[in-house]
């Protein structure tokens, strides 16, 4: 059963533009993430939130940024987008467990 | 074994037989994670080892962990079609907020 919601579930796009994804998690969970996996299926890493707050940041180009409006929200703005940027794009919740649940994923395809 | 930036590794066995997949990691982890990722899906928790455990079990599948050697294991015992899928471990010590992915083995069980 899906609990985290991801929208679009793909996307194409031309370089330069900008692309926002949202992703919404329904399992009251304090903390949210944003990886990236590329082609070689490498997950890594990008932002996590508590409970809105930013928490972690890794190097990640500026172009990228995330909002959350509050704690089971989480989106990401990309602005000017470049090819590199293709990827599958997952973001995730985790309980006080530390099981993480994540999203089905938004496949970006840069041009 | 996986780790870090090396490739996605590949296993494929016949059903019924039995497959371990290796696990080193670098920096000291309060708990190691195993997660399966099916095709076009968002991966999921399979088993979550702590570092104060040394074996864990959850039906066909066994997870150790060795913290002196830094390395841990996943093991599935009588593989069936449906075990087929990329897994993952991850480790963490940051208490749940940068949780970091291997390279990732890709499994498939064959009839």
């Known amino acids: 059963e899906t609990a985290v919601f991801q929208t679009p579930n793909y996307h194409v796009t031309q370089v330069g533009n900008e692309v926002s994804f949202n992703c919404k998690q329904t399992l009251g969970h304090d903390t949210m993430y944003w990886y990236k996996q590329d082609s070689k299926k490498l997950l890594k890493i990008m932002f996590s939130y508590n409970n809105k707050q930013l928490i972690v940041n890794e190097t990640v180009p500026r172009r990228f940024s995330p909002q959350s409006s509050d704690k089971a929200h989480l989106n990401l703005r990309i602005k000017s987008v470049e090819p590199e940027d293709s990827a599958v794009y997952l973001c995730a919740s985790r309980d006080r467990g530390d099981e993480q649940y994540f999203g089905p994923g938004t496949r970006l395809t840069v041009l | 074994s996986q780790w870090g930036e090396e490739n996605l590794q590949a296993l494929s066995i016949q059903e019924g037989e039995d497959v371990t997949m290796n696990c080193s990691y670098k920096t000291y982890t309060t708990v190691v994670h195993w997660y399966r990722q099916d095709s076009g899906r968002g991966p999921a928790l399979i088993i979550l080892?702590?570092?104060?455990?040394r074996e864990k079990r959850s039906g066909r599948l066994r997870a150790t962990l060795d913290t002196s050697s830094q390395s841990s294991s996943l093991s599935i015992t009588a593989a069936q079609c449906e075990d087929t899928a990329v897994y993952f471990c991850a480790t963490d010590r940051t208490g749940g907020y940068k949780v970091v992915f291997g390279s990732g083995t890709r499994l498939l069980v064959s009839p």
């Open positions: 080892i702590r570092s104060n455990e």
